[in-house]
C-alpha cells in the first residue's frame, strides 16, 4: 500500500490523526465539509474528562495515552494547553473513578470546603484545552508538516476511497449519513463564555439534576456549561438553558457573579454506545479506518484515538 491517506473530518479527531500520520510519513490530505472553528470541537469546554463515554480498558488506555500528550503541550505557549487544578464535586455517593489515580497529586477535600449541597469532592489538576487556540495550532502544525486541507461535500466515502488506499473515517455525527451508522445519536450542548476575573480554577459536577455543570477558566475567559439534551438536533440557543447555567455556575464559583457573557455556542456531541474505532478491509483493495462515536470525551481521546489509528494504518501497510 502506498503512504497516501485521506482524513475525512476536520475537528479535533481529524486532525489529530491527520497530524499523527503526517508526522510518521504518510502524505495527508484532510477533507472537511466544514472548517474546525465550526465544528463541535470548537464548541467544547474542552478540559480533559472522560464525559459520555464508555469507561473500559481501551478507552482509559486511550484516556491516558491523550493525558500524556497534553501535558507535554502545556510546555508549548502556542498550542492553547493550560494545567489547571480545579475541583469534582458529588452530592450524592460518587461513581467508580478509574481514572483519578492518573492524575497525580490528589486531594479529597474536607467537609469545610464543600459547598453547600455536596457531599464528597477532590481536588487535582487536568488539562484545558482552549479550542479557539488549540484548533488553529494543530493546522498550521500539520500543513507546517506537509499535509493538506480540502474542502469537499460527501455523501458517501466512495470519493475519498477511489483517490487514496488509506482513508481514516472522522466523521462525528457525520457517520449516520457517509456510512449509514443510525446508532449515532445527537447530544447537544449548550455553553457560556463570560470574562474570567479571577478565576483560576475549574469547578465540575458531571451529575447536577440540571444538567452537568462546569466553570472551565481559559486564557481570557471561562467557559460555562452545560446540557446534554440526547436525542436533541436543534441548533437553537435557548435562553432558560442559558440562565441555569449561569445561576449553576455562579453557585459553584460565586466570583463570576454579576461577569459580562462575551459568547455562547451550541454543538452536537456524537453519541454513540461505544466508540468505533476499527480498521475496515474494502472488498476493491484498500482500507477504512474509523474513528467516531467519541461522545462528549472527542478532546479527551483525541490522542490516544489518533495513535491508535496510526497502528492500523501501519498494519494494513504491512499486509
Known amino acids: 500500500m502506498k503512504r497516501d491517506a485521506i482524513v475525512v473530518g476536520s475537528g479535533v479527531s481529524g486532525l489529530s490523526c491527520a497530524l499523527a500520520l503526517q508526522e510518521a510519513g504518510y502524505r495527508v490530505q484532510v477533507w472537511f465539509e466544514q472548517s474546525a472553528e465550526q465544528s463541535t470541537s470548537a464548541v467544547a469546554a474542552a478540559i480533559w474528562y472522560p464525559y459520555k463515554v464508555e469507561q473500559d480498558e481501551r478507552v482509559m488506555r486511550w484516556a491516558f495515552d491523550s493525558l500524556q500528550v497534553f501535558r507535554g503541550l502545556s510546555d508549548e505557549p502556542k498550542s492553547g494547553v493550560l494545567l489547571r487544578r480545579g475541583l469534582e464535586l458529588f452530592a450524592a455517593p460518587e461513581p467508580s473513578t478509574p481514572w483519578r489515580r492518573w492524575l497525580g497529586r490528589v486531594r479529597e477535600l474536607p467537609a469545610g470546603e464543600l459547598p453547600s449541597g455536596y457531599t464528597s469532592g477532590w481536588e487535582f489538576e487536568l488539562p484545558v484545552i482552549e479550542m479557539p487556540v488549540y484548533l488553529p495550532y494543530l493546522r498550521r502544525r ?13 455523501t458517501d466515502l466512495g470519493p475519498a476511497c477511489a483517490q487514496a488506499p ?12 457517509l ?25 465540575l ?4 439534576p440540571s444538567g452537568p455543570t462546569y466553570v472551565v477558566p481559559r486564557g481570557n475567559d471561562c467557559v460555562l456549561g452545560g446540557t446534554a439534551d440526547e436525542g436533541a438536533s436543534e441548533m437553537i440557543y435557548d435562553s432558560a438553558a442559558a440562565q441555569s447555567i ?8 460565586p466570583g463570576l457573579a454579576g461577569a459580562r457573557i462575551t459568547g455562547q455556542r451550541v454543538g452536537l456531541r456524537p453519541g454513540r454506545s461505544s466508540v468505533r474505532l476499527e480498521r475496515e478491509d474494502r472488498p476493491g483493495g484498500g482500507t477504512v479506518i474509523h474513528n467516531y462515536g ?26
Open 142 to 154: 500539520f500543513e507546517g508538516a506537509g499535509g493538506v486541507l480540502v474542502q469537499k461535500n460527501l
Open 166 to 177: 488509506l482513508v481514516v473515517h472522522c466523521s462525528g455525527l457525520g457517520a449516520r449519513d
Open 246 to 253: 449561569l445561576e449553576r455556575c455562579v453557585r459553584l464559583s
Open 179 to 203: 456510512v449509514g451508522d443510525r446508532s449515532m445519536v445527537p447530544i447537544r450542548g449548550q455553553v457560556l463564555w463570560v470574562e474570567r476575573r479571577q478565576v483560576e480554577r475549574f469547578v
Open 205 to 208: 459536577d458531571d451529575f447536577n
Open 294 to 319: 467519541h461522545g462528549g470525551a472527542g478532546v479527551t481521546l483525541s490522542w490516544g484515538c489518533a495513535g491508535e489509528v496510526l497502528r492500523l494504518a501501519r498494519a494494513a501497510l504491512a499486509s
